[in-house]
Nanobody, 125 residues
Framework: QVQLVESGGGLVQVGDSLRLSCAAS????????MGWFRQAPGKEREFVAT????????YYADSAKGRFTISSDNGKNTVSLQMNSLKPEDSGVYYCAARSYLSSPYDTPRGYDYWGQGTQVTVSS
């Protein structure tokens, strides 16, 4: 059984940093991708960042470029999201996502097969 378990969310101030982590178990995603999406109240789930395990290539939403960094630790089967210079619009539930194959777009929720339970990030002004 595949499990993705997120940690690291919380309440921070504008300009602060947070680091989210996601630990995967039950399956290897060495040929696929793991990434992060977020969802604010009343809005659709949106892509934040993703990484291809095999080559370490990263992809970011425009809103995340320059402020967020996604990284992976293949030995521990974990992926992390370092978020700096946080803004109120970064608030939402952050979900870890994973897929074994790269047959669909990486920046849409339907492209991923497995999801974590989500972790709340709140940026207060």
């Amino acid at each position: 059984q595949v499990q993705l378990v997120e940690s690291g969310g919380g309440l921070v101030q504008v300009g602060d940093s947070l680091r989210l982590s996601c630990a995967a178990s039950g399956r290897s995603f060495s040929s696929g991708q793991m990434g992060w999406f977020r969802q604010a109240p009343g809005k659709e789930r949106e892509f934040v960042a993703t990484i291809r395990w095999s080559i370490g290539r990263t992809y970011y939403a425009d809103s995340a470029k320059g402020r967020f960094t996604i990284s992976s630790d293949n030995g521990k089967n974990t992926v992390s999201l370092q978020m700096n210079s946080l803004k109120p619009e970064d608030s939402g539930v952050y979900y870890c996502a994973a897929r074994s194959y790269l047959s669909s777009p990486y920046d849409t929720p339907r492209g991923y097969d497995y999801w974590g339970q989500g972790t709340q990030v709140t940026v207060s002004s």
